[in-house]
């Protein structure tokens, strides 16, 4: 069975920083694509960043491009989110999900089948 489960959230004040972990179980994982997703109350499912086994393979939204970082360890079973210059609008609970093959866009949910159950990030002002 494939797991993951995210940890690391919790509450910060504007301007800090936070590092996520998605710490995955279940199989090798070296050629899946893995994914940060996130979901602000009462708000739609909106992408985060993505990376694919190759390092040149990684993409980030827009919203968070220059002060999001996803990583993953050379075990390639745990997959990071660091996030710096947070702002009250990142407040969400952040998803992590995997594929083996992603063949349409990474940026999409519908791209993955397997998902952990969140961990809730907090920025106040």
């Known amino acids: 069975q494939v797991q993951l489960a995210e940890s690391g959230g919790g509450l910060v004040q504007a301007g800090g920083s936070l590092t996520l972990s998605c710490a995955a179980s279940g199989r090798a994982f070296s050629t899946w694509t893995f994914a940060w997703f996130r979901q602000p109350p009462g708000k739609e499912r909106e992408f985060v960043a993505a990376?694919?086994?190759?390092?040149?393979?990684?993409v980030y939204a827009d919203s968070v491009k220059g002060r999001f970082t996803i990583s993953r360890d050379s075990a390639k079973v745990t997959v990071y989110l660091r996030m710096n210059s947070l702002k009250p609008e990142d407040t969400a609970a952040y998803y992590c999900?995997?594929?083996?093959?992603?063949?349409?866009?990474?940026?999409?949910?519908?791209?993955?089948?397997?998902w952990g159950q969140g961990t809730q990030v907090t920025v106040t002002s």
């Open positions: 999900a995997t594929a083996a093959d992603v063949t349409g866009s990474p940026q999409s949910w519908h791209s993955y089948n397997y």
């Open positions: 990376k694919s086994y190759s390092n040149f393979n990684t």
